[in-house]
């Protein structure tokens, strides 16, 4: 992974912090947006390697964008991440990560 981009849509700080130091140990550069439109803003700015959103953020629902990034980013990895069940998809780039979760959790899906 080492010199990916990771986009984590994310709009609880702890989470943001755990996430960045997961990462940055794997050589990635992290951004961090705590809301849906920051995100996309980050997103078309970096088109990072990785997003991971989250689903209940200060502006909306993330996973009502799934479809706009999947469409306009198709190379993006999408990791959803929640505690509750997710849209569906067969997006080869496209996963759900529920909570909670552990570290072997991550680590399988970005290695």
Known sequence: MKD?????????EDFGFIMTDYFVKKG??????????????????????????????????GWSETDFILKNYPNVNLTLISAMDGPMTT?????????????????????
């Open 4 to 12: 990916k981009k990771v986009l984590i849509i994310d709009d609880e």
């Open 28 to 61: 990635c550069k992290v951004f961090i947006a705590v809301s849906i439109s920051e995100g996309l803003k980050i997103l078309e700015a970096e088109h990072p390697d990785y997003i991971l959103l989250d689903n209940n953020l200060p502006d909306g629902f």
């Open 91 to 111: 997006a080869a780039t496209f996963r759900i990560l529920y909570k909670p979760f552990v570290k072997d959790d991550l680590n399988k899906l970005f290695n």
